[in-house]
């Protein structure tokens, strides 16, 4: 499986952007993905999830502010975070477990400035 990501920038806080995440090698639609950050110094996290039927998960931080979604067409999933906090600060990376293994992107780094 190769998954690539991006759309990072840097940001003003209350701004938003958009990740991308483009997937090959897999059927796509009959996977679960999802998208994890890690910011400096700490450990990597599970930002939010989205499974093969469309359903979604989402960790509190990120509650209301980010949506994940997937276009099975296009074979990817997307991030679009909204009202930005310089806590957001961080590598992202999109994933899937293929063969009970969890595999990773490549990472996109977002930055926001207060």
């Known amino acids: 499986v190769q998954l690539q990501a991006s759309g990072g920038g840097l940001v003003q806080a209350g701004g938003f952007l958009r990740l991308s995440c483009g997937a090959s090698?897999?059927?796509?639609?009959?996977?679960?993905m999802a998208w994890y950050r890690q910011a400096p110094g700490k450990e990597r996290e599970l930002v939010a999830s989205i499974t093969s039927g469309g359903g979604t998960t989402y960790d509190d931080s990120v509650k209301g502010r980010f949506t994940i979604f997937r276009d099975n067409a296009q074979d990817a999933v997307y991030l679009q975070m909204n009202s930005l906090k310089p806590e957001d600060t961080a590598v992202y990376y999109c994933?899937?477990?293929?063969?009970?293994?969890?595999?990773w992107g490549q990472g996109t780094q977002v930055t926001v400035s207060s």
């Open positions: 090698r897999i059927m796509f639609s009959a996977y679960d």
């Open positions: 994933s899937t477990v293929d063969r009970d293994v969890r595999r």
